[in-house]
């Protein structure tokens, strides 16, 4: 790590952090089977993929803990900061701005909230802030195919056996209809709008649809989101799920976001899926 070239050794995983010339990409991703994956998808750089790796550290092997403690010269502070990574990463000033640069609020890292500030004391500089991987993209990490975070009070995911939408429509012209839509969904988005009363099986249809294209199912109940205190953050983890555990969002009670017009329902369900792509 001092230098930049050590590996952090963690389980059966050997992570290459970072060499001097700045190669990483293709070493790290051969080691970490699910990274490569999702690489792409986030337009990750080689930067962020070793601060990734630096802040994963003491997740796997507490002994990083006691290390970060030492170089941060501040035991108490056992994540590793924006200066930490700096130094590591960034032996020249063009270096080490251009880290600086990868915790701006759009930048991927922070957009998609890969990363977020620690609880422990930090000074006034930004750059004594402490930083760990976030709950949610911790567990997809580490290969646990769970949610974390205020998801969990709102949302389920849910294995789906294969599938064929003959088990979820039985009428086949609305049957014909969807399907045509779903082998269209690669160059329109595929969004559907489920009305009817208790019972008459909008969730069969759901699951029926999930097993019929390979996924997961997430159902999120959206009807107490008024009172969530980081809706935006919610909405992003929700996104983020249903890319990272290739599942397909079921949202439960969007009639309550917007009781009181005839086409709130529909606007609150294309708000809520307007980012990304897919199904």
């Known amino acids: 790590l001092r230098q930049g070239r050590r590996s952090l050794e963690a389980r059966e995983m050997k992570l290459v952090i970072l060499d001097r010339d700045g190669k990483i990409g293709a070493e790290t991703a051969k ?53 930490l990574m700096a130094r590591l990463l960034g032996p020249s000033a063009e270096q080490r701005q251009a880290l600086v640069a990868r915790f701006e ?10 990363l977020g500030p620690s609880s422990e004391p930090a000074g006034q500089s930004a750059l004594a802030q402490g930083w760990q991987v976030r709950a949610l993209w911790l567990n997809w990490l580490l290969g646990l195919n769970s949610l974390a975070g205020p998801l969990c009070d709102c949302a389920s ?26 082998d269209a969904a690669p160059a329109r988005p595929l969004r559907v709008m489920l009305q009817g009363m208790h019972g ?24 107490n989101w008024g009172t969530a205190s980081d809706l935006a953050g919610l909405l992003r983890d929700m996104r983020c799920s249903t890319g990272l555990f290739s599942a397909l969002p079921y949202l439960h009670g969007v009639d309550a976001l917007a009781p009181q017009s005839p086409q709130g329902p529909r606007r609150a369900a294309g708000a809520l899926a307007a980012p990304g792509g897919g199904v």
């Open 31 to 83: 080691r970490l089977p699910r990274w490569p994956q999702r690489a792409n998808w986030l337009r990750l750089s080689a930067l962020d993929i070793a601060v990734l790796v630096i802040a994963l550290a003491p997740d796997l092997d507490l002994r990083y803990e006691r290390l970060y403690g030492y170089l941060n010269d501040d035991l108490a502070r056992r994540r590793p900061t924006q200066d």
């Open 105 to 114: 609020p759009a930048a991927p890292l922070m957009a998609q909230g890969l």
């Open 157 to 182: 995911l849910l294995s789906v056996p294969a599938a064929s939408l003959d088990e979820g429509v039985a009428e086949p012209a609305a049957r014909a209809a969807l399907q045509a839509r779903i």
């Open 200 to 223: 008459a099986g909008k969730f069969a249809l759901a699951q029926a649809l999930a097993g019929s294209l390979g996924l997961s199912l997430l159902v999120v109940d959206v009807r």
